[in-house]
C-alpha cells in the first residue's frame, strides 16, 4: 500500500496523540468509512436453578458458620 506522506504522517501524530497503534487508526477509519463496525460478541446468560432444601443446622443468615459449613470445617 502507497500512502502520501503527509497523510501518513498526520495519521501517526494522531495514533501517537491517542496513545493508539496506527493500525487501529488505519482500522478505525476503513470501517467508519466502509459503514461497517465491529460487533462484540453477545454475552448471554444462562441462569441454572436446583431444586433442593437447607440441610439441617444451616443458618443463611450466619456467614461465617455457612462458609465454615461449605468448607467442611464444621
Known amino acids: 500500500m502507497d500512502l502520501n506522506d503527509a497523510l501518513l504522517r ?4 494522531r495514533a501517537a496523540a491517542e496513545g493508539a497503534p496506527l493500525r487501529d487508526l488505519l482500522e478505525r ?8 463496525r465491529r460487533t462484540a460478541a453477545r454475552y448471554r446468560l444462562r441462569w441454572k436453578t ?5 440441610m439441617p443446622g444451616v443458618r443463611l443468615e450466619d456467614r461465617d458458620a455457612l462458609f465454615d459449613l461449605m468448607d467442611g470445617r464444621r
Open 50 to 54: 436446583e431444586r433442593g432444601r437447607l
Open 10 to 13: 498526520e495519521a501517526k501524530k
Open 29 to 36: 477509519a476503513l470501517q467508519q468509512y466502509l459503514g461497517t
